[in-house]
């Protein structure tokens, strides 16, 4: 019998409709998944129904993609287990870095039945890295992909206040930094990033906007979106969807960080046992995963040549092609 979380009527028809989704082939998929898996000498993975349907959900039954997916993900998370793969949740200085609420995903997914919003915001005391606070991030998203299924079926939409933005943060973003988040987002998780929505940039955020628009993958580049003011934030995300501290119904900061925190203690087993999940990339059959090879052409742009980069906020405050009556698909 499949160990998996029945979807509302809803979620279900977009999963057909949209995903590729055959509730009789469900079975056979997540056998001929499993079957791969246990083929892989490299690979040791999380073989749940409810896990490895979340690949295949996320990657359009694509069974090749889902493998790509699934090999990147353990890959990342094997090379790097500092963001990716932290095994204590309890941890004090972690606990510390979550309860500053950088990364809240909101209660209600936008129009009642879309993608799931991430609210990301604040700033980092600088005791912390930035790499701090992507282990925080991390963590929410395998939570996410295993209990969300409107993240899963239907996107995530992210709405980044840069109020507090601090410049410092830039100089720890390293090429191999950078290169490492960006895969993990859009290689290695299945989580779908349907947009991403920018408020109070300051000006300076342009030439980061211009160093890290050309490493995203080129059919996410135009899913990026500036505002100048609440009020055009909310032409695309309606102001009861929006956090209650910035006027919005959608949750406090508080109570959202003391849920997540109650959440954190019960998924304490589970990040302990993943550990035993990965590569070993000795017994990988063909070329080994590169993940410390940099493509230069976009940190050119950190030496002057942002007049290469002709991709600027051409963006702002534009409403982008989706909207509460268009079906939230997404090309991958």
Not at 310 to 317: F, G, I, L, Y
């Amino acid at each position: 019998m499949l160990q998996i979380r029945p979807l509302n009527e809803d979620l279900q028809r977009k999963a057909i409709e949209e995903l590729n989704e055959v509730p009789t082939r469900i079975h056979e998929d997540l056998k001929a998944l499993r079957s791969w898996i246990e083929q892989q000498p490299h690979l040791c993975a999380n073989t749940d129904d409810q896990f490895l349907i979340a690949f295949l959900r996320g990657c359009k039954y694509s069974l090749e993609k889902v493998k790509k997916k699934i090999d990147s993900y353990y890959s990342l998370k094997s090379k790097f287990p500092v963001p990716f793969n932290i095994a204590d949740v309890a941890d004090t200085r972690f606990r510390h870095i979550f309860r500053l609420g950088l990364f809240l995903p909101l209660p209600n997914p936008l129009h009642d039945n879309g993608p799931r919003i991430f609210y990301i915001h604040g700033s980092l005391p600088e005791m912390y890295s930035v790499e701090d606070a992507i282990t925080v991030k991390s963590v929410l998203q395998d939570i996410f992909m295993l209990e969300d299924d409107y993240a899963v079926i239907n996107g995530l939409i992210a709405i980044i206040d840069l109020t507090a933005f601090n410049f410092s943060y830039v100089f720890q973003l390293t090429p191999m930094v950078l290169k490492k988040f960006i895969a993990y987002d859009y290689e290695a998780m299945p989580l779908r990033v349907k947009a991403v929505h920018y408020i109070n940039a300051p000006k300076i955020y342009d030439t980061v906007y211009k160093i890290f628009l050309p490493m995203l993958p080129q059919n996410h580049q135009n899913r990026i979106f500036f505002h100048s003011s609440l009020e055009s934030l909310c032409q695309n995300v309606p102001l009861k969807y929006l956090p209650k501290d910035i006027g919005g119904e959608n949750g406090s900061i508080a109570e959202m960080i003391d849920e997540l925190d109650k959440k954190l203690d019960q998924y304490q087993d589970y990040f302990s046992k993943r550990t035993q999940w990965g590569v070993d990339e000795k017994l990988r059959i063909g070329k080994a995963k590169d993940y410390n090879s940099i493509k230069t052409t976009p940190f050119r742009i950190m030496t002057g040549h942002f007049a290469a980069v002709r991709h600027s906020r051409k963006n702002e405050d534009r409403k982008p092609k989706l909207g509460k009556n268009i079906p939230w698909s997404v090309e991958n």
